[in-house]
């Protein structure tokens, strides 16, 4: 729950990736300004599509959202929806996006028992939109055929 508002029911409700967006305070409104930071704060909700564990210990996740236009606390990620006594680990998050992702990917410190369908959450800076996060389509691998015929 954040400020009222079931993170799980607003998945059920619009699907993941999920944003909550809201007024940070600040103890002193006019510092911050000068200071350049500003009110928004989102929490971005997303979800685990696959979980791998490779042959030298590293652990990965794929997810169904990008974070290259975001700028998330990862220190602040969480596995909700579900409790956990597994110890905690270190897991590569790798974006869901079709095409090209960034690198270095993010790594998080989550329960180890983490698998496909989890649901997440971090804190980030800013009014986030949908657009910021949704996956983008692929590019085309081949050249377009310039003969006007279809192939």
């Known amino acids: 729950m954040i400020g009222g508002v079931s993170l799980r029911r607003l998945v059920e409700i619009s699907g993941t990736p999920a944003l909550l967006t809201g007024d940070l305070p600040h103890p002193k409104p006019a510092q911050a300004r ?10 971005l909700v997303f979800q685990v599509t696959l979980r791998v564990d490779t042959d030298t210990d590293k652990r ?18 969480r596995l909700i929806g579900r409790t956990s006594t597994a110890k905690n680990t270190t897991i590569e998050l790798i974006p869901g996006e079709t095409g090209s992702a960034p ?4 790594i998080v ?11 997440l959450a971090v804190l980030c800076a800013g009014a986030v939109t949908l657009s910021d996060v949704r996956p983008r389509p692929r590019k ?12």
């Open 140 to 151: 085309p691998s081949f050249p377009p055929n310039r003969s006007g015929n279809s192939r």
């Open 109 to 119: 410190t989550l329960p180890a028992d983490v698998h496909q369908g989890d649901l």
């Open 103 to 106: 690198w270095p990917y993010p």
């Open 34 to 43: 000068a200071q350049g930071l500003g009110n928004d704060v989102t929490v």
């Open 60 to 77: 990965v996740a794929l997810t169904d959202c990008g974070f290259d236009r975001v700028t998330p606390c990862w220190d602040e990620c």
